[in-house]
């Protein structure tokens, strides 16, 4: 069997590790010149609300034959609104180290490859469709997907971010609702160690160039005076897709729809999406209904993040207060109740504002 990958991120890397155990060797095709961001980057997998994907997600990463660590456990939350700070704690997720580094989860990946990347070689799906029986497209773009006719709906963000050193509590993350552009984005401080940080601006429907004065904007406003040794400008581009497979064609990753909309933070959907298609193909499986589960919860989030882009930030304010209640503060910290899946019936019938067909 021969099957291609296009793009060697966490995605198609577990792709062809799955693989690999079924004794398929894949062609992955890499246009960069080696894996990972050429920026360092910190992501999460919060348990927070969502505790139906956190389960699902970290069931399907305890089955699978490679193993990768996480920078750290999240243990305290930090929320600050435009008015107050709110806290968290208690088992709270995971973080995650992306880039080139020792650390970052694609490196990780990569070490446990036995099959050859090809670097540097830019691939599309319809030249490969012909030679290959299947083609995974995982390059982290649209154009296959809007190609194929299978968008329903797309989010666009800009996001642009800093290394900093201080002092920091690995443990710790902070995200900022009181910027600038609240209705429209957020920010979050998460460490790699505890001397280096990430700070990431995120702004839904915004262009690259509105971005520096977002990010001057909410230095001033949150009174930060970082020691920037990095600085970084990325698109983040969702997708919500009626289906992840189109013949011999199967997108995952941020390619195939699973990309956090809520707060861009979660890299490991995409990279069990990968997986799951290795599976599919191997074992001769129903990619879409593997999938299926990951799909609602890429979903669910984009709902939330709609209501989200409906208030200011009053509004903000209000919502992380009533939701850092004695009681609800506890389930939100400590429980195994799951707030995303509850609510989401009375949300998803909402007008999706903070998406563009």
């Known amino acids: 069997m021969r099957v291609a990958i296009i793009g060697a991120g966490p995605c198609g890397l ?3 590790l799955e693989l690999e155990q079924r004794n398929i060797y894949p062609d992955l095709y890499e246009q960069s010149y ?4 050429n920026v360092p ?8 609300l969502d505790r139906q994907g956190y389960r699902h997600l970290r069931h399907i990463f305890t089955k699978l034959g490679f193993n990768f660590k996480p920078l750290a456990n999240l243990h305290t939350l930090t929320i600050r609104t435009s008015r107050r700070s709110y806290e968290l704690r208690g088992d709270l997720g995971i973080l995650l180290e992306r880039g080139q580094g020792e650390k970052a989860l694609e490196v990780q990946l990569s070490k446990q490859l036995r099959s050859a990347v090809k670097f540097g070689t830019s691939a599309g799906y319809n030249s490969l469709a012909g030679a290959y029986d299947y083609v995974v497209v995982c390059d982290g ?3 296959t997907a809007v190609e194929l006719k299978i968008v329903e709906k797309t989010y666009s963000a800009w996001l642009k971010g800093a290394v900093l050193l201080g002092d920091y509590d690995p443990g710790t993350a902070t995200l900022f609702f009181n910027t600038c552009c609240a209705g429209r984005g957020h920010a979050c401080l998460l460490p790699f160690s505890r001397e280096r940080a990430m700070l990431l601006l995120l702004v839904t429907g915004a262009s690259r160039d509105e971005m520096e004065d977002y990010w001057k904007d909410f230095l001033y406003r949150t009174k930060l005076e970082p020691e920037i040794v ?5 698109q983040h581009l969702g997708l919500l897709l009626s289906k992840q497979r189109v013949g ?3 997108l995952a990753g941020n390619s195939g729809g699973f990309s956090d909309s809520l707060l861009g933070l979660d890299s490991l959907s995409g990279m069990a999406s990968g997986a799951l298609a290795g599976i599919a193909i191997a074992e001769n499986m129903d990619y879409d209904r593997l999938v299926e589960p990951i799909v609602s919860r890429m979903r669910r989030l984009a709902a ?5 882009d409906t208030l200011d930030s009053s509004g903000i304010d209000r919502l992380i207060r009533v939701a850092t209640l004695p009681g609800i503060k506890q389930v939100l910290s400590n429980s195994n109740i799951d707030i995303l899946s509850l609510l989401y019936p009375l949300v998803k019938k909402r007008p999706a504002k903070s998406f563009q067909a």
Do not use: P
């Open 14 to 16: 577990a792709c062809a």
């Open 34 to 37: 080696r894996v990972g961001y």
């Open 41 to 48: 980057m910190v992501q999460a997998l919060l348990r927070v």
């Open 141 to 143: 773009n649209s154009n």
């Open 230 to 234: 990095q600085a970084f400008e990325i």
């Open 248 to 250: 011999n064609i199967l």
């Open 304 to 308: 939330f993040r709609d209501i989200l």
